[in-house]
């Protein structure tokens, strides 16, 4: 069986004793940290939701629209500390770039999505005054449906934004499917139905090659396997002594190549870990930092031997540390479980995938041209 390599072993040695360094303040301990490691992690709070990662990684540089969805991200970490004053100078801000800056939001826009993004942004700006009053009221449960709900409208508004897919993946890859966008595949198991969705625009070919077999039924009826402690909830492996997908129309093993896309990079690299290129402290724009993350499973070394068995990363956020994990440039995460964490968190080995099905995004799906 394919297995996640020991790099999370490793991962989750180093990162429980500095979990246990920060819970002992004041105590020094002699802990087999490494130091040189955690001295270069980025400052700041590891982003751990999941939606809020699939904004982020959406392919836009409009800054205003990126500074009205941070005012309201940041209203998750006040509202943790009650911080009640911070969340209504966040909701102030986010409503002046919605006044003030309205154009330049709308310029990222198509002609033809113009008229939705304008609806969009009206009812952003409606839903920030419950929202308000809900932080007058100091409801908490309340704030917090509130900000998801106006940050999926800015999501939305953020997606209108996309006109064309970002780059051109490289011709050697022609051969795979591909991904040009996202889709949402909803997995009904033993224990529940579980919601995903997987970035095209950060990793077309493995995302790709997922919602292909997700469509040929290639995931109905197998198990879910465990690795490493308990760590990942592993699937994809059928039944024979195949470790993978056979293409039917090649007979031949469909080997999907490592790809990981840097943030600020044009597009992703293919076939190498980023530390094998000297840039293990580089961001993925889509990390390991959230529970339920998504990610292809290989065997042995080989970067570019993943299949059809893919992992979930059952690792909890809070012993991430800032802004890092250490699995992030050595395997290539896809997406991100959105709904379903509680059944994903009841799934044993042994558990089966009843059924995979693309519920949105098919049509994003490109097959490989016939030679």
Request: aromatic letters at 6%; hydrophobic letters at 40%; one cysteine or more.
């Amino acid at each position: 069986m394919m297995r996640v390599l020991k790099w999370f072993q490793a991962s989750l040695s180093v990162l429980t004793a500095l979990a246990l360094s920060l819970c002992l303040s004041g105590a020094a301990l002699a802990l087999p940290i490494n130091t040189s490691l955690i001295a270069g992690l980025p400052a700041g709070n590891a982003i751990t939701d999941p939606e809020s990662l699939l904004r982020l990684a959406l392919p836009t540089d409009n800054q205003p629209i990126r500074d009205l969805q941070a005012d309201l991200e940041d209203i998750s970490n006040q509202l943790r500390a009650k911080r009640w004053g911070r969340i209504d100078k966040d909701i102030s801000k986010a409503a002046k770039v919605l006044n003030n800056r309205k154009d330049e939001i709308l310029a990222s826009v198509s002609e033809e999505q113009r008229n939705e993004a304008e609806q969009l942004i009206e009812a952003i700006r409606t839903d920030l005054t419950p929202l308000r009053e809900a932080v007058d009221a100091e409801d908490k449960e309340q704030v917090s449906k509130l900000r998801s709900q106006v940050l999926g409208l800015i999501g939305d508004l953020e997606a209108s934004m996309v006109a064309r897919f970002p780059f051109e993946v490289p011709a050697e890859y022609s051969n795979l499917p591909q991904l040009k966008g996202r889709a949402t595949v909803v997995m009904e198991t033993d224990k529940g139905e579980i919601k995903l969705v997987v970035d095209g625009y950060s990793a077309p070919v493995t995302a790709g090659n997922f919602v292909d077999l997700v469509q040929k039924g290639f995931y109905d009826g197998l198990k879910f396997t465990r690795a490493e402690d308990f760590y990942v909830l592993q699937a994809g492996d059928p039944p024979g002594p195949e470790e993978g997908f056979i293409d039917p129309k090649t007979g031949k093993y469909r080997a999907i190549p490592l790809e990981v896309l840097v943030k600020g990079d044009a597009k992703p690299t293919y076939g190498v870990t980023l530390e094998d290129l000297g840039r293990s402290q580089a961001s993925p724009a889509l990390p390991f930092s959230a529970y339920g993350a998504i990610a292809m499973a290989r065997p042995g070394d080989d970067a570019n031997g993943a299949s059809s068995q893919f992992f979930f990363s059952l690792f909890e956020p809070e012993l991430t540390p800032p802004g890092k994990n250490l699995l992030d440039g050595r395997y290539a995460v896809f997406g991100y479980v959105v709904d379903g964490k509680d059944v994903l968190r009841e799934l044993k080995a042994g558990d089966t995938i009843q059924s995979a099905k693309v519920i949105q995004g098919a049509e994003k799906l490109v097959q490989p041209q016939a030679a």
